[in-house]
């Protein structure tokens, strides 16, 4: 069955990586791996480096994609450390998919709920 | 900033009407790189199972004006030559696989004018590939921090043994 990894915090950008992996699950039939109060989920938590960890997991599920929230931090601490989908990308084979905060704000994803799209 | 539609290739009747509906597009970034053919093969089969078409774009930062016109030209027509190969390649895999295609040539920063695009045309994902770089900043990483659609990065090649080793 088709798995999809979702790294989720309590962040805006990792709710809104939870609600647009809740949809390409429904668009996609797929299982839905972390942390959601669905049944369609399974949850595990894992402790390191959270690129390698994500990319580990997603690698043992043989995950379709891998779904993360986009964070906004400061420009040193950008170039320092928010660079998870970039580092995921580079370790593992699996497409990322990186869900922008916006969406956090908007439960029904209207964005991606238009004639033909996700719902 | 100018665009340049270049070419539709919907694979058959149904698919134009499709793409002729204004269904929201699956935009897919493309420079004729490794970690571009990455990004065309992901948006390809993401466009199969959503049944959405996709805009391929080229971003060209454009010849400095500064070399006076016969070698700006020479380097336009240069620019413009490589984007069309580049773009005829992707609308290609996309024609192989029956989904509705264009491309798109845009001017500027693929930084801005990726999710500039992806804005205007109101994408339901962008897909951009991912290539490591030890000095300058990354366009999927920059792309994925400022597009207000969901970003997909496509597979990289490199390091996979990285998660290996994690694993």
Request: proline share 7%; glycine share 8%.
């Amino acid at each position: 069955m088709k798995t999809i990894v979702c790294g989720v915090d309590v962040s805006p950008g990792g709710r809104a990586a939870l609600g647009v992996a809740a949809l390409l699950v429904e668009k996609l039939g797929a299982r839905l791996y972390d942390e959601a109060p669905d049944a369609y989920a399974e949850s595990r938590g894992e402790v390191g480096d959270v690129a390698e960890r994500l990319a580990a997991v997603a690698r043992a599920e043989g995950a379709l994609m891998i779904v993360l929230g986009a964070r906004s931090r400061g420009r040193s601490r950008a170039f320092l450390r928010a660079r998870c989908p970039a580092e995921l990308a580079q370790i593992t084979d699996v497409p990322v998919l990186v869900a922008p905060r916006q969406l956090a704000a908007e439960p029904t994803l209207p964005q991606l709920s238009t004639p033909g799209g996700f719902s | 900033m100018s665009e340049l539609a270049i070419h539709r290739t919907p694979a058959d009747n149904d698919d134009r009407q499709l793409a002729e509906q204004n269904v929201p597009p699956i935009v897919a970034a493309v420079d004729g790189s490794p970690a571009s053919r990455a990004a065309i093969g992901e948006a390809v089969r993401l466009a199969a199972e959503l049944d959405a078409p996709i805009v391929f774009v080229f971003v060209r930062r454009g010849p400095a004006g500064f070399f006076g016109n016969p070698i700006y030209q020479r380097r336009l027509t240069k620019e413009m030559t490589r984007a069309r190969r580049v773009l005829e390649r992707a609308l290609a895999v996309a024609d192989n696989s029956h989904v509705p295609a264009e491309g798109e040539i845009l001017e500027g920063s693929p930084r801005r004018r990726i999710p500039e695009f992806a804005g205007d045309r109101r994408a339901r994902l962008v897909v951009v590939g991912s290539r490591r770089l030890k000095l300058g900043r990354s366009v999927s990483n920059g792309v994925a921090r400022t597009a207000e659609r969901p970003v997909v990065v496509a597979k990289g090649l490199q390091r996979v043994a990285t998660a290996d080793r994690a694993a």
